[in-house]
């Protein structure tokens, strides 16, 4: 009796441990970081970046020093180069629903609209000095864009039918809007003023400019993005830290980037579980580091081994969970996540 009961125990035993070890197992982390790939952009003095996911999954970029608007088809991993004026500067580059590329000839005073088959061109001039440089877009629900302008101090609404631009002028002198992404609801754009301690956004329908300023004088916001609470979260590039303002009350809150004072945190990208991407351009090679905005933890860091510099802006396409990005050494990057 006494042995038929001490077998019968172990395999309860047994079987418990099995159970326990499988519910261990389904409940372990999912690896944040499936896949890293880089390719080597075929064109010379290029500074490939800012790269943007058109609606066919083929990725468009900027080649900010030779003056071009570069195309990527990652299934055949072809290059095409789309040559712009000499002097332009491309600094952004997106892709409407329609498949029409928009830059911002940030040297040469202009936002392009180009034929992506044909390569043609049209430009829009911005006569208004406070939208001199467009510098970085960001498209609302209608398909218009939202851009900055650094080195003017303005905020612009570029309507993409008319080719008309309503500019608004940041109150506070050499503010250098810079990085800047779109609420929810697609509609209210927010701005990172990297020559302050600010943020701003604008109401869209009076179109009136409202500056936040942040809690120390040192921070420097250059790039954000905002996650479907509604949250705003910025790098904070002077001082190594990632920040969060929260709209509904006001609050803000900042946590030290695991690299120290010293990372310089410029790309900012949300992904789809709400993790904010870090582009850290403090180190050499540059690295990527992820924020879980719900645990409030660094949970994910990767160098990238091509990004000699900086990191400058990231696009996430939802369809693949890819986070794409372009090095100032020339390459282009995608980066599967979890």
Not at 25 to 39: G, M
Not at 107 to 117: L, N, S, T, V, Y
Not at 169 to 184: C, K, L, N, S
Not at 275 to 297: C, H, Q, Y
């Amino acid at each position: 009796m006494k042995s038929t009961l001490s077998l019968l125990a172990v395999l309860l035993f047994l079987g418990c441990a099995n159970q326990e070890a499988e519910q261990a197992e389904t409940n372990a982390p999912d690896e944040v970081i499936v896949s890293v790939e880089e390719w080597d952009v075929p064109f010379d003095d290029t500074r490939s970046r800012d790269p943007y996911v058109a609606p066919d999954g083929t990725v468009y970029f900027a080649g900010q020093r030779a003056h071009y608007v570069g195309h990527f088809n990652p299934e055949t991993e072809e290059f095409r180069e789309l040559p712009l004026e000499d002097g332009a500067g491309p600094h952004t580059v997106t892709v409407a629903d329609d498949g029409t590329v928009w830059y911002a000839g940030n040297r040469a005073q202009h936002i392009g609209k180009m034929d992506p088959e044909t390569g043609e061109i049209t430009k829009y001039m911005m006569e208004d000095d406070y939208a001199r440089d467009p510098h970085t877009f960001a498209f609302d629900k209608d398909g218009n864009i939202w851009f900055t302008a650094q080195g003017g101090n303005g905020v612009g609404y570029f309507n993409v039918e008319t080719g008309e631009a309503t500019v608004i002028p940041v109150p506070t002198e050499r503010a250098r809007p810079y990085g800047i992404r779109m609420a929810p609801d697609q509609e209210t754009p927010w701005i990172a003023l990297f020559g302050t301690n600010k943020l701003a956004t604008v109401d869209p329908e009076k179109m009136e400019l409202t500056e936040i300023e942040l809690p120390r004088e040192e921070i420097r916001p250059r790039r954000l993005d905002v996650t479907s609470d509604g949250n705003v979260w910025y790098g904070d590039y002077a001082t190594g830290k990632i920040g969060k303002y929260n709209p509904s009350d006001g609050s803000i809150q900042e946590w030290d980037v695991p690299d120290g004072e010293d990372s310089r945190p410029y790309a900012v990208l949300k992904d789809h579980k709400d993790r904010i991407w870090l582009g850290i351009s403090g180190p050499d090679p540059s690295k990527l580091v992820a924020f879980d905005t719900e645990s409030e933890e660094f949970v994910a860091s990767q160098v990238i081994e091509s990004a000699e510099g900086s990191i400058r802006h990231m696009d996430f396409d939802e369809r693949t969970n890819s986070m794409w990005l372009g090095t100032d050494t020339g390459y282009i990057g995608r980066i599967v996540v979890n």
